[in-house]
């Protein structure tokens, strides 16, 4: 099976609040840890890492939590904007090469902005 | 300063044929990953070109192929079409053992 998966398929939240996504990994050999948004017939676009010696990491609008003891990863989006409507992927990474080995990507996360 | 850049955009074959797949990565990039995506699915990962060798690879079959040239840039050859390897096909970039950048994909059908 993945290695890495998210909770929720889909999440909507309204327009200026914050949101959260969630993703589990089963792998507690990952290292590194990336989000990505992808928009529709877009490619993902890089938002945020964190390695595994980090419990948090922030960002312009948002803030990547990692808790290692539950294999857990969250990507906090602040006061959402429309244009934050995406598909959310959380990407692992198991390598010694670091952030540019094979990534495993879980299934995502539709962030739906209502206004 | 481009970024990733992928070719041909949209791209419809056969049963059986067989398709290559171009990627430019962004300038200051040595090391190029593909990945492909299905309908709903996130990215998986097929396989990894670094100083023109495949470093690393997937769980894709020999169907599959690759090659990186000098000026770091990146052909996937994809053998003996079958329905099933339609998909985007993603072309990510990094620095060595630094975060991908990934282009806008290659959108393959096949009948």
């Known amino acids: 099976g993945e290695s890495v998966g998210l909770h929720l398929p889909t999440l909507s939240v309204q327009e200026g609040d914050n949101s959260i996504i969630n993703c589990a990994y089963s792998n507690s050999a990952s290292d590194y840890f990336i989000w990505y948004k992808q928009e529709s017939g877009k490619g993902p676009q890089f938002i945020i890492d964190?390695?595994?010696?980090?419990d948090k990491r922030q960002g312009q609008r948002v803030t990547v939590l990692l808790n290692k003891t539950v294999k857990h990863l969250s990507l906090q989006i602040a006061a959402t904007q429309p244009g934050d409507s995406a598909v959310y992927f959380c990407?692992?990474?198991?390598?010694?090469?670091?952030?540019?080995?094979?990534?495993?990507f879980g299934k995502g996360t539709h962030l739906i902005i209502q206004p | 300063d481009a970024g990733v850049t992928q070719s041909p955009t949209h791209l419809i074959k056969t049963r059986g044929q067989q398709v290559t797949l171009r990627c430019s990565p962004k300038s200051g990039h040595d090391t190029v990953s593909w990945y492909q995506q299905a309908l709903g699915q996130g990215p998986q990962f097929i396989f990894q070109y670094y100083e023109e060798e495949e470093r690393q690879r997937g769980n894709f079959p020999d169907r599959f192929s690759g090659h990186q040239f000098p000026n770091y840039s990146s052909e996937l050859n994809v053998n003996a079409l079958l329905l099933g390897d339609s998909a985007l096909y993603l072309c990510?970039?990094?620095?060595?053992?630094?975060?991908?950048?990934f282009g806008p994909g290659t959108r393959l059908t096949v009948l």
């Open positions: 990510a970039s990094s620095p060595h053992t630094d975060t991908q950048y």
């Open positions: 990407a692992e990474n198991t390598g010694s090469g670091g952030g540019a080995d094979g990534l495993t």
């Open positions: 964190i390695r595994s010696n980090m």
